[in-house]
């Protein structure tokens, strides 16, 4: 064969083999955007995590799947404000400010990965197809928790069929979760998480509508209408509301067009299905608890009590912050430095809001310039359709679906943190680096080089191997909880070499803290450095009553009751079952019939207690 027919051979196989590859990342993408949201299988102690192990492999393939066929990550505003947090957080690591490092090295890795799918979504916003295939996925996502959705509803007002598939098939219950409080969420355990994957479905909608018949369109919206208002979030409310008002910002003329009138018409559905399902449930035909009732029934707002505890962590360590990950050892610490007297709610480990969360742990110095990258990139989102001072439909209706979906997951990280879990940080990376590559100005990225590209596939890979890292750590972790005796002690022993589960490992260790009575002053010393720690991450009030209990043998009497004070109103839901446990530990501690116990257990019978709403049968 001659060179030359040699190469006209070479280069369809070669076109043949890139054409296969783009097909795989596409697919990859599709998964990386769905599936995760969908998820039912999630072993293991900690809530999700399994979730999270998938969204991070899936996310890895995507990347090394994309700079395989030189679709490599752009750099932006967006990727900046990923590296910008990660180098804060690296910061405190190095400075030794936190109780852990590896929780520091955990974050600061998913922020750089973040900041890599950022990258991507930028690369690929003018790329013919990946948009459209991103919002069929998010479309289909948001079908899929609107069916998911229907099940549980059916389940919640049929006990009898709920038993039966307990009796005759419990594996049912491994694939669609049982809504054990009345409120339906999917897969994802977490009502409003629930509600921002449906909105998720409402972002993918809007990148589709122009394409779909205007019946589809309705069906669709009426859909994930009804999966919000059974969700009965009040987050999923304001969703709803958003993204009509996006409708009108980004397409001018929306309610002229019937591609999009039913996307505008959102939030008159979702008032027609709640005041279907509010009519049903006054006749008793259904069990319905809903968004609006919830609160006016609520005798606080939680969420207000939760903000004012933040704030004023914050302000005791407002330059700094109390290290990531640490802001409930933050508010234990302001409480018993008199900083703070805690509402009565259970203790935080999130301030339930983004801006507050990242003042009270890394401070103004730290929030400061996240806070800027963020805004200067929310200014060019909002501003793009407008450009030049004449709104462009075309880059309107194309800015939609990252802007929608952004913009729902940005509104309820200023509620809760759903970008503490991998699925939501990751999806929200690539749709503001999908809304930055339809705002910006600049045109098609150049052909990068042979390093470049090289450099793109190595990172890409190191994405791919942590992540497998993580998962045999987090396999290594669970092993600690799920076995015994000599088997128990193997598994410590291999947690010994975790990098990024360290904190729940260390844990099962914690918990089982008690002094002997015959423990020396040292030996004290080394058991309450142990609670300590774990308390950085961890609140539990188990620790609690043991770092209580060794406080009083250490005669640090006046520590131990404010500590317990501090545990009947930060933990007050269980402050009686931890009062009943208290004086049989302390005396297995050596403390029997010190009147000192009697003190603490006296406080902590004393906890104020709210009352809390209960779904009726």
């Avoid at 700094?320 to 409930?328: A, F």
């Avoid at 002053?521 to 009030?541: F, M, V």
Wanted: proline residues 6%; charged residues 15%; positive net charge.
């Amino acid at each position: 064969m001659t060179p030359q027919l040699s190469r006209q051979v070479a280069a369809p196989s070669g076109a043949l083999t890139a054409a296969r590859v783009t097909q795989a990342a596409q697919i990859l993408l599709a998964l990386a955007l769905a599936l995760p949201f969908v998820w039912p299988v999630d072993p293991g102690p900690s809530a999700k995590t399994g979730t999270m192990l998938l969204a991070a492999t899936l996310w890895s393939l995507v990347l090394i799947a994309a700079a395989a066929t030189g679709r490599l990550p752009r750099l932006g505003t967006a990727v900046w404000g990923f590296v910008a947090l990660a180098a804060v957080i690296a910061a405190q690591t190095l400075a030794g400010r936190l109780a852990y490092p590896g929780q520091g090295w955990m974050a600061v890795l998913l922020l750089l990965g973040a900041a890599l799918v950022a990258g991507l979504g930028l690369a690929l916003s003018r790329q013919t197809g990946w948009p459209r295939l991103a919002a069929a996925a998010l479309l289909a996502q948001g079908l899929a928790q609107a069916a998911i959705g229907l099940v549980q509803f059916v389940l919640w007002q049929s006990p009898a069929l709920g038993q039966w598939f307990n009796a005759h098939a419990p594996w049912f219950y491994q694939i669609v979760s049982f809504p054990g409080d009345g409120r339906i969420y999917g897969n994802l355990r977490q009502p409003n998480h629930y509600a921002t994957a449906v909105a998720l479905g409402l972002a993918g909608l809007a990148g589709w509508a122009p394409r779909l018949r205007p019946r589809t369109v309705w069906a669709f919206c009426a859909m994930l209408a009804w999966a919000l208002v059974v969700s009965g979030s009040r987050t999923g409310t304001v969703h709803v509301i958003v993204v009509a008002l996006l409708v009108l910002l980004a397409v001018p003329g929306a309610w002229r067009s019937a591609a999009w009138r039913p996307l505008l018409a959102a939030p008159l559905l979702y008032a027609a299905w709640w005041l279907g399902l509010h009519v049903a449930d006054h006749l008793k035909w259904i069990s319905y608890l809903d968004a609006v009732t919830r609160q006016i029934d609520q005798p606080v707002n939680a969420r207000a009590i939760i903000w004012r505890n933040a704030w004023q962590v914050f302000q005791m360590h407002p330059v700094t912050g109390w290290g990531w990950g640490q802001i409930g050892w933050g508010l234990e610490q302001t409480t018993l430095a008199g900083r703070l007297h805690p509402l009565p709610l259970d203790n935080i480990d999130n301030a339930h809001d983004l801006v507050l969360q990242l003042l009270a742990t890394c401070g103004v110095a730290g929030t400061a310039p996240v806070l800027l990258l963020g805004a200067a990139l929310a200014w060019r989102l909002l501003r793009a359709p407008w450009r030049g001072g004449e709104r462009d439909a075309q880059r309107g209706a194309a800015l939609l679906p990252a802007l929608a979906a952004a913009g729902c997951i940005a509104l309820h990280s200023l509620l809760e943190y759903p970008l503490w879990y991998v699925y939501f940080l990751f999806t929200f990376a690539f749709m503001l680096g999908w809304g930055e590559g339809v705002a910006s100005t600049a045109g098609a990225a150049q052909p990068t080089r042979g390093a470049v590209r090289g450099a793109a596939l190595a990172a890409a890979a190191l994405a791919l191997g942590l992540s497998a890292k993580a998962t045999l750590d987090y396999v290594r972790a669970a092993d600690v909880y799920a076995t015994t005796g000599a088997a128990a002690d193997r598994a410590r022993a291999l947690s010994r070499a975790n990098w990024f589960f360290v904190p729940l490992a260390e844990f099962a260790d914690a918990a089982e803290v008690l002094p002997d009575p015959e423990d020396d002053h040292a030996e004290l010393l080394d058991e309450l450095a142990q609670l300590e720690r774990a308390s950085h991450i961890w609140g539990d009030p188990g620790l609690l009553s043991r770092r209580i209990i060794v406080l009083l043998r250490l005669h640090r009497d006046a520590q131990a009751m404010a500590l317990a004070r501090y545990t009947a109103s930060a933990f007050w839901l269980y402050a009686q079952r931890t009062a009943a446990d208290f004086g049989p530990l302390a005396a297995e501690a050596g403390l029997a019939g010190d009147a000192r116990v009697r003190q603490a257990e006296q406080i902590l019978r004393t906890a104020p207690v709210l009352r809390r709403v209960v779904v009726p049968r």
